[in-house]
């Protein structure tokens, strides 16, 4: 089979490989889509942490099942599937939960192990999620992106009518935006980039403001009809955004950190208590998330192209990967077709 590897920062090329042998408890999944995300650019920089090489990328997945192990029960021959990338241990704290998004030796298709940059990959019959007929191979690979904005969702306990707002509009902040809307919330998304805000505005019909505006809080103010959102949901990443974030909930409304800050926050911590602020971290998605997207994608409520901008090609991507993929600033999700 042929799969494309990444062997040190800087260093990605085509290989032929051995289609795996698969275990009792595996299928193996024919892929026929993978979507790009920012771990697998991150990656290639040598920017991504707790990251080992050589590495096959790829944890956004979807396939078709071609073989199917002996020990599985409910998954069988033929079926289209999405991947959830996630392999929790089941037996810390946090699995016997069912919080399998958060375990302590978690890993992950295409980042601890390989992924699905590959024409086969050997899945754990656990980590499949069927797809109804009516939701695409390409829809199927952008499931996981969506998951962690349901997952967000649902940590939120966002209600059909609440004020939400959303910043950053990358992939994450769009998938957080789309499902609140989703859920029946009024949504604001910000980013100070103008194009992000246009294609925010333009596929999702929603309000899009620049939080580097001197009337940013005014203009969130106006548009939730004078009061400030009772939820933040921030998944940017950047320290002076979320640090700044406990300024723009309202009293008694919650905060969620989506995207990932590697350092200290400091937060006012008057403010934080006049307000009876909730502080929500939100990593990862379960099971429940990805079933929901599903619905959600099966019912036309969310779509694909609200973050899907560009179409690849697996057999010839690889030989362009660092100006197409990595250095492509236009890009918001790559969606690889095999």
Same mark, same amino acid.
């Given at each position: 089979?042929?799969?494309?590897?990444?062997?040190?920062?800087?260093?990605?090329?085509?290989?032929?490989?051995?289609?795996?042998?698969?275990?009792?408890?595996?299928?193996?999944?024919?892929? !026929?889509?993978?979507?790009?995300?920012?771990?697998?650019?991150?990656?290639?920089?040598? *920017?991504?942490?707790?990251?080992?090489?050589?590495?096959?990328l790829g944890h956004e997945m979807s396939g078709t099942v071609s073989q199917v192990g002996s020990d599985c029960k409910?998954?069988?021959?033929?079926?289209?599937?999405?991947?959830?990338?996630?392999?929790?241990?089941?037996?810390?704290?946090?699995?016997?939960?069912?919080?399998?998004?958060?375990?302590?030796?978690?890993?992950?298709?295409?980042?601890?192990?390989?992924?699905?940059?590959?024409?086969?990959?050997?899945?754990?019959?656990?980590?499949?999620?069927?797809?109804?007929? *009516?939701?695409?191979?390409?829809?199927?690979?952008?499931?996981?992106?969506?998951?962690?904005?349901?997952?967000?969702?649902?940590?939120?306990?966002?209600?059909?009518?609440?004020?939400? +707002?959303?910043?950053?509009?990358?992939?994450?902040?769009?998938?957080?935006?789309?499902?609140?809307?989703?859920?029946?919330?009024?949504?604001?998304?910000?980013?100070?980039?103008?194009?992000?805000?246009?294609?925010?505005?333009?596929?999702?019909?929603?309000?899009?403001?620049?939080?580097?505006?001197?009337?940013?809080?005014?203009?969130? !103010?106006?548009?939730?009809?004078?009061? +400030?959102?009772?939820? +933040?949901?921030?998944?940017?990443?950047?320290?002076?955004?979320?640090?700044?974030s406990v300024e723009l909930i309202r009293h008694g409304g919650k905060i969620v950190f989506i995207g990932l800050y590697?350092?200290?926050?400091?937060?006012?911590?008057?403010?934080?208590?006049?307000?009876?602020?909730?502080?929500?971290?939100?990593?990862?998605?379960?099971r429940q998330d990805f079933e929901r997207v599903i619905e959600l994608m099966s019912l036309g409520k969310i779509d694909?192209?609200?973050? !899907?901008? !560009?179409?690849?090609?697996?057999?010839?991507?690889?030989?362009?990967?660092?100006? *197409?993929?990595?250095?492509?600033?236009?890009?918001?999700?790559?969606?690889?077709?095999?």
């Open positions: 089979m042929k799969t494309l590897i990444c062997n040190e920062p800087h260093s990605i090329e085509y290989i032929e490989r051995d289609i795996p042998t698969i275990q009792p408890n595996e299928v193996l999944l024919k892929i !026929k889509s993978v979507g790009i995300c920012g771990t697998d650019i991150h990656a290639y920089t040598g *920017n991504q942490p707790f990251f080992s090489y050589p590495r096959v409910d998954i069988t021959q033929g079926q289209r599937c999405a991947v959830i990338p996630a392999i929790p241990c089941g037996q810390c704290a946090a699995c016997a939960e069912g919080k399998t998004n958060c375990c302590e030796d978690i890993s992950l298709y295409g980042v601890h192990q390989d992924g699905g940059f590959s024409e086969y990959l050997a899945v754990l019959e656990d980590n499949l999620v069927k797809l109804p007929d *009516n939701v695409s191979d390409s829809q199927g690979s952008i499931v996981e992106c969506f998951s962690i904005g349901a997952h967000s969702v649902r940590r939120a306990e966002i209600k059909p009518g609440q004020n939400v +707002l959303v910043i950053g509009a990358g992939p994450i902040g769009l998938g957080v935006a789309s499902i609140a809307k989703a859920e029946g919330a009024n949504v604001i998304i910000a980013d100070v980039s103008d194009a992000r805000r246009e294609h925010a505005e333009s596929l999702l019909q929603i309000t899009a403001l620049n939080p580097m505006s001197e009337t940013y809080v005014d203009d969130l !103010k106006s548009t939730f009809k004078g009061r +400030l959102p009772c939820v +933040l949901m921030d998944a940017t990443g950047n320290k002076a955004s979320m640090s700044r590697i350092g200290d926050l400091v937060l006012d911590d008057p403010t934080f208590h006049k307000k009876e602020t909730t502080l929500l971290s939100s990593r990862n998605a379960t694909e192209k609200i973050m !899907k901008n !560009k179409e690849y090609d697996f057999h010839t991507f690889g030989n362009t990967y660092k100006e *197409n993929v990595v250095e492509n600033k236009s890009l918001v999700k790559g969606i690889i077709k095999f």
